[in-house]
């Protein structure tokens, strides 16, 4: 396996000879993932083979030094051929850009970037956990100092409601309160390698849709160097970067799944107008409405993704903790996560019977059964009772 | 800090800081409602801002131990905890924040909140 030193931008690897056929791998098994409710690992192979998990590493330690517009680019070609794949690889690559942006001056953190690229690991995170209701700002497990270490070594028990490809990852990044006497809200994130976690399922990945992320429970426990924790507070990660990557990253994934039923709606209804030459079937004024939800679903993301790109650079950094921010990238959640399922019932409307079937070229339900997920990914009614109580001091109104 | 200027010398030139992008109206009405307050040493405003951290950040930790430089976030306090501490601040210093200023390194302690307001009041007097 041979990993390009550096790509030069983001078209030289989306139409990169080895990142195509990973999409066409991943194309090529997304049905059966879904069905079996499997993990795709011929399309995260692929993936690996063409260097892409190290992408979003800076290229000091041997990534492609990727931004967040190019991960996007690519999640949502991913994302189009399989949700799952498109899912897999933007959580990992919002696992990397946390760790990226906020390890300071880790050399651990440093050589673990390096090794990462180089072996093509996988990240996966337990940032959710049984009993604090879906917030991932709340920890009950917490780090502490392993007994007789001099404090070099730290050890957790962690009880998380899901980790995403859990069984099929490489590391996790895990998070906890910084000791045992701090508060629910006080967190770090830990880096463990799996081989050296023990991780237990907790129950079955059985799901309508999202089925190929294979994401229950597990029962997590690790023992690890003190430097293997992150320098700073999560707080900090959480809103600088793992918030927004995720809110646009998953943006691009639930885009890729409504762009796929959009294509398929309009396979169909180019199919039906040549059965009846000079006509315009009646499906097609649905399907022109479907273009305009798409089109403001694009822009919806365009507009996230510039403002993030905007402020992540230098001292706009410091906006990303302010009330404002959060309520915009909180709406940005709410909105595409809407959007995907809006997108998903009409093509299902345009398609028909056709688009009800589980198979076939016009088939759609797969793409709505993933869509429904979108709105449950971090419950948009936490989202929105959070941002009622923030615009009670917000007053722009943006 | 001086106080006392009537309401219509607010609309007078422009604000002193880019904190604030135009004083309207409303918070000038409100300053000016503000008069009787008198003005405080920078001890009398940090115990009146620990009153109301005490009565509205919800922390999770005992009060006594929280020291003006205290992290408020790290104490247990929540961004919905915030908020109403955001509103608390509003009511008794009689300002408006403006939304540059709804950040969280702004909240963060005692300290931070009361050089937040200091500068609020700058400008608006």
Redesign the interface.
């Known amino acids: 396996m041979s990993i390009p030193q550096r790509w030069l931008d983001v078209q030289e690897f989306t139409a990169s000879e080895s990142f195509q056929r990973a999409l066409d791998i991943a194309a090529q098994h997304t049905e059966d993932v879904d069905r079996r409710g499997r993990f795709p690992s011929e399309a995260v192979d692929a993936l690996r083979a063409a260097g892409a998990l190290g992408w979003g590493v800076p290229c000091e330690y041997g990534g492609a030094g990727a931004k967040i517009d190019d991960l996007s680019e690519a999640t949502f070609e991913l994302a189009r051929r399989c949700s799952a794949t498109g899912m897999i690889f933007a959580m990992h690559q919002i696992q990397i850009a946390s760790i990226v942006r906020h390890l300071a001056n880790s050399l651990w953190f440093k050589d673990y970037l390096r090794r990462a690229v180089r072996e093509q690991r996988l990240i996966a995170s337990a940032t959710s956990e049984v009993g604090v209701g879906g917030d991932m700002r709340k920890s009950i497990a917490a780090l502490e100092t392993l007994p007789g270490s001099s404090n070099d070594r730290v050890q957790f028990e962690k009880k998380a409601s899901t980790i995403s490809y859990g069984a099929y990852a490489d590391d996790l990044l895990t998070t906890l309160r910084c000791s045992p006497g701090a508060d629910s809200g006080d967190q770090v994130l830990v880096l463990t390698n799996l081989a050296d976690t023990q991780i237990k399922p907790l129950g079955e990945w059985d799901t309508l849709g999202m089925r190929g992320t294979c994401s229950p429970g597990f029962g997590v426990q690790a023992t690890c160097l003190a430097e293997q924790v992150l320098p700073a507070p999560f707080a900090v990660i959480a809103a600088e970067t793992m918030v927004p990557f995720s809110h646009i990253l998953w943006a691009h994934v639930w885009l890729g799944i409504a762009s796929d039923a959009f294509g398929r709606a309009q396979h169909f209804v180019r199919g039906q107008a040549r059965q009846n030459p000079g006509n315009t079937p009646p499906s097609a004024l649905r399907l022109s409405e479907l273009s305009v939800r798409m089109a403001g679903f694009r822009a919806l993301l365009q507009t996230a993704l510039k403002e993030y790109v905007n402020l992540t650079e230098g001292e706009g950094r410091t906006t990303l903790s302010t009330v404002g921010y959060a309520v915009r990238i909180n709406n940005l959640k709410i909105a595409a996560s809407e959007a995907a399922v809006e997108v998903c019932q009409n093509a299902l409307r345009v398609c028909g019977f056709l688009g009800y079937s589980n198979s076939g070229p016009y088939s759609v339900g797969r793409q709505l059964r993933d869509a429904y997920s979108a709105a449950l990914m971090i419950a948009n009614d936490r989202l929105l009772a959070t941002n009622a109580a923030l615009l009670l001091v917000y007053r722009e109104g943006k | 800090m001086t106080c006392g200027y009537p309401a219509l010398f607010l609309f007078c030139g422009a604000p002193t800081s880019p904190i604030i992008a135009s004083p309207d109206m409303k918070s000038a009405i409100r300053i000016s409602s503000a008069l009787p307050v008198e003005c405080q040493t920078e001890a009398q405003m940090k115990d009146k801002i620990r009153k109301i951290v005490a009565d509205h950040a919800r922390?999770?930790?005992e009060f006594e131990r929280v020291e003006h430089s205290t992290n408020l976030?790290?104490?247990?306090?929540?961004?919905?905890s915030s908020?109403a501490l955001?509103?608390a601040l509003?009511n008794e210093f009689d300002l408006?924040?403006p939304?540059?200023m709804?950040?969280?390194?702004v909240f963060e302690s005692i300290d931070s909140i009361a050089d937040a307001i200091e500068r609020l009041q700058q400008v608006q007097s």
């Open positions: 922390l999770g930790v976030y790290r104490a247990g306090m929540t961004s919905f908020v955001m509103i509003e408006e924040f939304d540059g709804l950040s969280r390194n």
